[in-house]
């Protein structure tokens, strides 16, 4: 099935952190040994937190690219921006995560480790499987004349 771009990115984060939020909510009652009353909304919380830096991030990322006039993303400049995302998503969960459970931040940081580790094989998986039933626009067949 093939869609518009702007309606395969809507659909994309929107099955992608609905998903993701049941999810991490069983992931966290476990690391944190609460019930789904106490995880979920911060599951939904790490998940808006997520969004929203996901745009400011790229959206300051891409413009210091355009300074430095970076026309290829090279391994070395997608790793930059992979550690940078990532960092400051920890740097956002941490703190969120001693307030909510009352734990220490080594407790805080094994949580985000842990949740860190799912989403990297989540994030694969989940990609991988939208791309089979969601194709690309230009990886779709194009029409036959009649």
């Known amino acids: 099935m093939t869609l518009s771009p702007l309606k395969r990115r809507l659909i994309y984060v929107t099955a992608f952190e609905i998903i993701?939020?049941?999810l991490s909510t069983?992931?966290?009652m476990?690391?944190?040994?609460s019930d789904a009353s106490e995880s979920l909304p911060i599951a939904?919380?790490?998940s808006v937190a997520a969004v929203?830096?996901?745009?400011i991030y790229n959206t300051a990322f891409e413009a210091w690219e355009r300074r430095r006039r970076i026309v290829r993303r090279t391994l070395w400049i997608r790793s930059v921006h992979a550690?940078?995302?990532e960092g400051g998503l920890?740097?956002?969960c941490l703190p969120l995560y001693m307030i909510w459970y009352d734990v220490g931040l080594v407790k805080?940081?094994?949580m985000e480790v842990a949740l860190l580790l799912f989403f990297l094989v989540y994030t694969f998986t989940f990609t991988l499987i939208f791309d089979k039933i969601f194709t690309l626009p230009h990886h779709s067949k194009p029409a036959t004349a009649s």
Request: glycine share 4%; charged share 5%; proline share 0%.
């Open 20 to 22: 993701a939020i049941i």
């Open 26 to 28: 069983l992931i966290l």
């Open 30 to 33: 476990k690391l944190s040994h």
């Open 44 to 46: 939904v919380m790490m």
């Open 52 to 55: 929203v830096w996901n745009f």
């Open 83 to 85: 550690f940078g995302f």
């Open 90 to 92: 920890v740097l956002i």
């Open 108 to 110: 805080a940081f094994m």
